[in-house]
């Protein structure tokens, strides 16, 4: 694929009559036009610098963006073959009249092998066999695909969609009247056939809203946020063939403002926690009568909270991002105050994800285009002048393929610090970071190798 960078920053702008620009319209063009020089600029020194930083690297355009992304728990593996196939659940967000669909593509990844840099493909900017030979030789490249499978009707873009843990072919999707919608993928046909035939439709959020999880501890349990302000717990299970509109089973209106996010604990079956735009992250013992009233809370930020993140190895530690740029590192015992601040974003942090393997490791997203890896294990550990000047110790590595704001990321469940993120332009990537980088007792790269 041609980087064609003029097309994701598309800016028009309409003359007065006289052919000449309002100042305060000519100042915000210059204004954009730096930004958009700046954003070239470096994304010209990631591309450069790729080959060092990835030992897979995928940047494929979709014909309309994605919001939400999320690996599949399964993938499929070939004796003779030196790739895997793994599945990825995403949507659309479409302009104007263009029907919107949710969307399950096949992704082959090479299996994991130290790429060659003279395998770097400029003009692609892919790494790890991609577009090479579809040869089935296992000292043959491998040729990844990235190619959608089945696409279902769905009304209006997709905010967000997750699949239920106890079984991935049911499918939660939040859509922009602010009902949530259940789909099992295999009830529909791999071609939409432009009818939305939801298989539960759950009702009474008052907006949209981009907060869901499903209960990892009960089946068909979820929860979802909504900028109505409030958390709705919903149960699938009641659904019978005449009875496909479900209401909520509780409504929660702890918070005085939009809810960005909820989450299950993935230990404690009887709390969730959730964030909001009163700058609040709260967290509710669902074994409580109250539904307006949470456990505790915590008021650590400068401003909204957008998501949070508990730890799926540590009870107690969980994380959130906030519009502060920052991210609060917190301990459920005591939400009085952070046991730490992530600092290197320089833009709204928007999402969040542990590692599902490395418990310190912690993924986050911005509006500043960056995917940041932090490990906490390295907090407090001292630097020279020169590493300060490159961020804290703990700030492990940055993402910075993208050239606009980042939608979503997901971590691959089946291959280790294999990473797939969507921004808002068309643009998905699939990526792995350099064993160099985040392998243990290895080397760092050499600072001479990265071109400035």
Excluded at 123 to 138: D, N, Q, S, V
Excluded at 170 to 184: E, K, R
Excluded at 243 to 266: E, L, W
Excluded at 339 to 357: I, K, N
Aim: glycine share 6%.
């Amino acid at each position: 694929m041609e980087d064609d960078l003029s097309k994701e920053h598309p800016h028009t702008l309409h003359p007065n009559e006289k052919g000449k620009l309002p100042a305060s319209l000519q100042e915000q063009q210059e204004d954009d036009n730096l930004e958009e020089k700046v954003i070239n600029e470096e994304y010209k020194t990631w591309k450069k610098n790729a080959p060092f930083l990835y030992d897979m690297m995928l940047s494929t355009a979709l014909e309309w963006p994605t919001l939400t992304t999320q690996w599949f728990p399964d993938k499929q593996s070939y004796p003779d073959k030196n790739y895997s196939t793994h599945r990825l659940l995403i949507g659309t967000h479409t302009s104007s009249e263009a029907p919107n669909y949710l969307q399950i593509a096949h992704v082959q990844l090479p299996n994991s092998q130290k790429p060659d840099i003279q395998d770097y493909d400029e003009e692609r900017g892919e790494i790890g066999g991609y577009g090479g030979p579809t040869g089935t030789g296992a000292n043959e490249a491998a040729s990844v695909k990235f190619n959608i499978v089945q696409k279902i009707d769905h009304p209006g873009e997709v905010n967000k969609a997750r699949y239920m843990p106890q079984n991935p072919n049911l499918i939660a999707t939040m859509c922009i009247d602010g009902s949530v919608m259940i789909w099992d993928k295999t009830k529909h046909t791999s071609v939409p056939n432009g009818t939305v035939n939801p298989q539960v439709e759950l009702a009474g959020h008052k907006s949209e809203g981009f907060g869901l999880s499903w209960n990892p501890h009960e089946q068909g349990h979820l929860a979802t946020g909504s900028e109505d302000a409030t958390v709705r717990l919903w149960d699938i299970t009641s659904y019978t063939k005449s009875k496909k509109v479900i209401g909520p089973a509780r409504t929660y209106t702890h918070h005085s403002a939009i809810v960005n996010d909820v989450q299950y604990h993935p230990h404690h079956n009887a709390l969730f926690g959730s964030v909001s735009d009163d700058n609040t992250l709260q967290v509710v013992d669902m074994r409580e009568s109250s539904t307006s009233i949470s456990a505790v809370q915590g008021s650590g930020h400068d401003d909204a909270i957008n998501a949070l993140s508990f730890n799926p190895a540590s009870e107690y530690i969980l994380a959130t991002a906030s519009a502060d740029k920052t991210i609060g590192i917190w301990d459920l015992r005591n939400l009085n105050f952070k046991l730490h601040a992530l600092e290197g974003h320089s833009d709204a942090v928007t999402s969040l994800a542990w590692h599902p393997f490395e418990e310190a490791v912690l993924g986050s997203a911005s509006y500043d285009r960056r995917i940041i890896f932090w490990d906490l294990s390295k907090v407090g550990e001292e630097q020279t002048p020169d590493d300060q000047e490159d961020g804290p110790p703990e700030l492990m590595f940055m993402h910075g393929g993208h050239t606009n704001r980042i939608s979503d990321f997901s971590w691959n469940l089946n291959d280790p610090w294999a990473v797939c993120s969507a921004a808002e332009d068309n643009l998905i990537q699939v990526w792995r970071v350099a064993n160099a980088i985040v392998g243990k007792d290895t080397e760092d790269i050499p600072v001479e190798e990265l071109e400035q």
